[in-house]
């Protein structure tokens, strides 16, 4: 059986968080999206713990995956979501290493609750801050963090997050190394994959041969119910029974195309590091404009943000041809636009209006959750709930013929499905008959 896998996300504890994020809202909106096993976030808030310990139960004793307990029935007016929960969290590590101050996000993996407060009585024991920050800031290397948690338990992992990010990637321009050797030294061979972020996708990735043997996850790092999922993904299992916390990190490790089907992606240029640039001053060059101004902006004179895609150019030994070629070894991938945004690119409203929202909800009531519907659903069927135009819409989604601005300096790309001046239709048709 297919699962679509989301391990990167956030409680209400984590900073700038929406309040919503609580394990039913979580569990409800992951039906909606099409997302199966979803990360619990946030392990170490004390708060978020004890709900969680309120909340979830173990699939089966062992499997160190969790599901709402049924003694929640009454919560969901009689269907309890059959959302699983994997226990991860976000770290930020803060400490200076190798002559530079290295703020890296990691996300950090346990097998059991049990683990989880194993390590949280440990943290706190040795006057680390659970408290402040869903996702806690630790005075620590990554490397330290490391081998912390597998002195904790051998079964824990960790995966870098949001990997070429500026501020807070372990490749990232600001504080981040040049390789997962010079940040792990004698313990990089533990570290098996990287979450590539939202701001590159697997082919940037393929460009570097020092990742080959290094899995590339996607997650969507959200901070409200709306943004789950918008990166995931794809395993396959052999069945309900067969999912369990080992078997997904045996499948992180071994990169099995057979078991690891693909993973679910933003285009890039989406992201919001994508490019270089200053987002007060308006200013967003591609690399090679940024070296013909030797990385000054020309506005304010002050160094300009270096992104993503300048430093996967900077670390890699491959040319693009190079790097698809070797991508057809790998784990592929599919990239998408969230549902509500190529809803609101067609009807030319905000995603969070009513409108958008009211469109969404039809099409998930009549055609299944949203990673369905982007991937499978026919043209014709989706075309019958809304309009011609959202239909075309998805197709060119599909197809990749959209245009992005891309985003930068913290400001994240603009998605056009169609071109300024083309018609869209009337969003009153169809879609909001009855609404
Ligand atoms: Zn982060
Ligand atoms: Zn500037």
Not at 22 to 42: K, Q
Not at 315 to 335: M, N, Q, V, W
Request: hydrophobic fraction near 35%; aromatic fraction near 8%; charge should be negative.
């Amino acid at each position: 059986m297919t699962q679509i896998l989301d391990l990167h996300t956030h409680s209400k504890y984590s900073r700038a968080c929406s309040k919503h994020l609580e394990l039913p809202e979580i569990a409800r909106t992951c039906e909606t999206r099409g997302i199966n096993i979803v990360s619990a976030s946030d392990i170490t808030h004390p708060r978020w713990f004890s709900h969680m310990k309120e909340w979830l139960i173990e699939t089966k004793p062992g499997s160190g995956i969790y599901k709402i307990q049924e003694t929640r029935y009454s919560h969901f007016n009689g269907h309890i979501p059959k959302t699983k929960f994997i226990l991860g969290t976000e770290i930020a590590c803060i400490k200076k290493h190798k002559d530079k101050t290295r703020r890296i996000h990691v996300l950090v993996f346990c097998p059991s609750l049990e683990v989880v407060e194993k390590l949280n009585t440990s943290l706190a024991n040795d006057g680390f801050n659970l408290t402040a920050d869903g996702r806690p800031i630790l005075g620590m290397t990554v490397k330290t963090l490391l081998g912390y948690i597998k002195q904790i338990d051998e079964r824990c992992h960790l995966i870098p997050a949001h990997a070429w990010t500026p501020w807070f990637g372990i490749f990232g321009s600001k504080g981040g190394y040049d390789s997962l050797e010079e940040a792990f030294d004698e313990l990089a061979p533990e570290i098996f994959a990287i979450e590539t972020g939202l701001s590159s996708d697997p082919l940037m990735n393929w460009h570097l041969s020092a990742l080959d043997n290094i899995t590339l996850i996607s997650n969507s790092d959200a901070h409200s119910p709306a943004k789950l999922g918008r990166e995931a993904n794809i395993m396959q299992f052999a069945s309900d029974d067969a999912i369990t916390y080992d078997d997904i990190f045996d499948i992180l490790k071994t990169q099995d195309k057979s078991r690891f089907l693909r993973t679910i992606e933003f285009y890039p240029e989406e992201g919001k590091y994508h490019m270089d640039g200053h987002r007060d001053c308006g200013i967003s060059f591609h690399p090679d404009e940024t070296s013909t101004h030797k990385g000054i902006c020309p506005k304010c004179k002050k160094p300009l943000v270096i992104g993503v895609m300048n430093r996967v150019i900077e670390l890699s030994d491959r040319t693009e041809e190079e790097a698809k070629e070797h991508g057809k070894l790998r784990i592929p991938y599919t990239s998408l636009v969230p549902l509500v945004e190529i809803i609101a690119n067609t009807v030319q409203k905000g995603w969070a209006t009513k409108t958008v929202q009211a469109i969404y909800n039809t099409m998930i009531a009549a055609l299944g959750n949203e990673f369905h519907i982007l991937m499978n659903v026919p043209l014709e069927d989706i075309e019958k709930v809304t309009t011609k135009h959202i239909a075309t819409a998805i197709d060119r989604v599909r197809k990749g013929n959209i245009v992005i601005k891309p985003g930068y300096d913290g400001e994240f790309g603009v998605v056009k499905v169609f071109a300024d001046d083309e018609d869209r239709g009337d969003v009153k048709q169809k879609a909001l008959v009855g609404l």
